[in-house]
């Protein structure tokens, strides 16, 4: 007869009790590294789609980088002594990359402060130093400023649509209701141009495609009754967003100037603190001309905003800097290709970096 060791069994039941908890130990580390990882990779997922968003960018603007830096750089290359050629070369260089007369002069007076004050010998450093200069002026003093697109709690709220012929109004305002649409908002567009029968079709393939309601009238109608019964449809069917397109017209002719005005009054009579946006489109590739644009069409209406298109064709893009320095008016959007995607919120600190880095 076999005689039972209790102290073995005991061992037994302790060793099988700790490779237990052994076991539980390693399952419990594992879910705690796997549940860190996915919070891990969640945020990096962030970071990659932001970082990718950036490199689309540089690729977008890659002309407008090779236009500016690209400039500077060659004239650092071919001449290696601070004086005033130097001086006179960078200028003319700023000028060739469209930031303006009056944005040009202001940095070239800075980048000379710079020299003095530090003493700079070296020519190659004069890049960076302009390369802050500008960075200063778009980040430092732009960010204070709403440059997003922003829908406000009123409804509806109005924005309004100018700028001269062909530079993407209709296309712009149909990407927005796309947007406004995929946010959940109910959107209406107004065909106030109805100088071209091919604005109102064009306008109206993209409140199909966005699903965004359509408030027209034919061709040749009076813009301000087409827009006075679109704004008082949009208010009686509590319409979240309304985008309101106007005819091209040339800012050199004044009784289509005042029309914004009259435009302007007569979607006050039915929301008097409208319209909360007046965004002026702008062509990026027409460069120092869209300085002259933004003046004038802002004396018809306060233009609260700009949106840049075709930003990615153009090695103009100094415009941005040029329009911040000389009017303070904010860019809002920027258009750098034909996606829907391509219509960004425009970002001062991601506009620099894909420019200078």
């Known amino acids: ?42 945020s990096e997922k962030l970071t990659e789609a932001k970082s990718k968003n950036t490199q689309s960018l540089h690729l977008k603007l890659a002309k407008t980088k090779k236009g500016f830096i690209g400039k500077i750089a060659e004239v650092l290359q071919l001449r290696g002594k601070i004086d005033d050629d130097l001086m006179d070369d960078l200028e003319e260089a700023l000028l060739q990359a469209d930031i303006g007369i009056d944005t040009s002069m202001y940095v070239m007076e800075k980048l000379k402060n710079e020299i003095r004050t530090q003493k700079i010998e070296d020519s190659q450093k004069i890049q960076f130093l302009i390369e802050d200069i500008i960075k200063k002026m778009m980040i430092d003093e732009y960010s204070h400023q709403a440059d997003h697109l922003k829908i406000a709690n009123k409804k509806p709220f109005i924005v309004l649509f100018i700028g001269v012929n062909g530079v993407g109004k209709t296309t712009t305002i149909g990407k927005l209701a796309r947007r406004y649409k995929d946010e959940g908002k109910s959107v209406m567009v107004i065909a106030g141009d109805t100088f071209r029968a091919a604005a109102i079709e064009q306008l109206t393939i993209w409140a199909e495609r966005s699903g965004a309601s359509i408030s027209k009238q034919q061709q040749g109608s009076d813009p301000s009754s087409v827009i006075y019964d679109g704004v008082m449809s949009a208010k009686n069917k509590n319409i979240d967003v309304v985008l309101i397109d106007t005819a091209g017209r040339q800012h ?52 609260s905003g700009i949106i840049l298109t075709k930003l990615d064709g153009t090695a103009k893009g100094g415009i941005v800097v040029g329009i911040k320095h000389q009017l303070n008016i904010p860019v809002k959007m920027i258009g750098v290709g034909e996606q829907q995607e391509d219509l960004r919120d425009f970002d001062a600190k991601e506009f620099i970096e894909a420019i200078f880095e």
């Open 1 to 42: 007869m076999e005689i039972i060791n209790l102290n073995n069994i005991n061992m037994i039941y302790f060793g099988a009790i700790l490779a237990a908890l052994v076991l539980i130990s390693i399952i419990i580390i594992f879910l705690i590294k796997k549940s860190k990882t996915k919070i891990k990779t969640g």
């Open 252 to 303: 050199t002719k004044v009784n289509l100037m005042n029309e914004l005005s009259k435009i302007v009054r007569t979607i006050q009579k039915i929301v008097p603190d409208a319209p909360h946006e007046s965004l002026l489109v702008i062509d990026s590739t027409t460069g120092q001309n869209a300085l002259i644009q933004a003046e004038i069409f802002n004396k018809a209406t306060n233009i």
